[in-house]
């Protein structure tokens, strides 16, 4: 007796709502950086130009620092939607032509490690 044949596996996919927020969150938060810097540096007696500038360039790589944890969510999720975007492409492909050779072994390999990336991302979330 065989098994039943299960689905493919659906990646796991952040919704656009939380995609988004976490875009616009990152956004925000860089401005904020900058405008606090720029109120700063003119309360400290520089002219507004000056402090925009200097303010600018402060913000470059402090954001690097302070915004790290933002800014690495945000790209766990535009990399779990990149995965899952390319499961689903793969897996629509043998559902539409089962029957194709396995002449595209370039298309599996990305699809396994498309899988692969996706199953350590969950077993990251779960720590």
């Not at 938060?29 to 606090?36: D, E, M, Q, V, W």
């Not at 969950?122 to 720590?127: G, P, S």
């Amino acid at each position: 007796m065989t098994a039943p044949q299960q689905p493919p596996a659906q990646a796991a996919q952040p919704g656009f709502r939380a995609w988004m927020g976490s875009m616009w969150l990152y956004t925000l938060l860089r401005f904020g950086l900058f405008g606090a810097l720029w109120g700063v540096l003119y309360l400290l007696g520089l002219p507004v130009f000056e402090a925009a500038l200097v303010g600018l360039v402060l913000s470059v790589p402090l954001s690097f620092v302070l915004l790290s944890r933002p800014r690495a969510r945000f790209a766990n999720q535009i990399e779990q939607r990149l995965n899952a975007r390319r499961v689903e492409s793969t897996d629509l492909a043998s559902q539409l032509d089962p029957d194709a050779d396995d002449g595209d072994v370039d298309a599996q390999r990305a699809t396994e490690a498309a899988k692969v990336a996706l199953a350590a991302q969950r077993r990251r979330k779960q720590r």
